[in-house]
């Protein structure tokens, strides 16, 4: 069975950063594209960024330049690291494996992270 547990959320003022872990059970990220996505109240989850199997990046434009994803193959983790944090950033973030490119994703969600951003 595939889990996610993402942890690193927490509350942060606007031009701060944090970073986002995704731990995994049951699957070799270093083996699969994994996403960070997240869900802000009264909106849609959505892609942040991604990480293929060769270690290639891809991230939505309005995270670009301020959000770099990362993997530890031999913890079997996968990192989003967060900076210039902005309020409209507050969301819980998710990490799964993208059935394509984005949604929907391969296994069930996990309980994701609470990222909040003070202006």
């Known amino acids: 069975q595939v889990r996610f547990v993402e942890s690193g959320g927490g509350l942060v003022q606007a031009g701060g950063s944090l970073r986002l872990s995704c731990a995994a059970s049951g699957i070799a990220l270093r083996s699969n594209t994994i996403g960070w996505y997240r869900q802000a109240p009264g909106k849609q989850r959505e892609l942040v960024a991604r990480i293929g199997s060769g270690g290639n990046e891809y991230y939505v434009d309005f995270v670009k330049g301020r959000f770099t994803i990362s993997r530890d193959n031999a913890k079997n983790m996968v990192y989003l690291q967060m900076n210039s944090l902005k309020p409209e950033d507050t969301a819980v973030y998710y990490c799964?494996?993208?059935?394509?490119?984005?949604?929907?994703?391969?296994?069930?969600w996990g309980r994701g992270t609470q990222v909040t951003v003070s202006s």
């Open positions: 799964n494996r993208p059935v394509s490119s984005g949604l929907p994703v391969s296994y069930n």
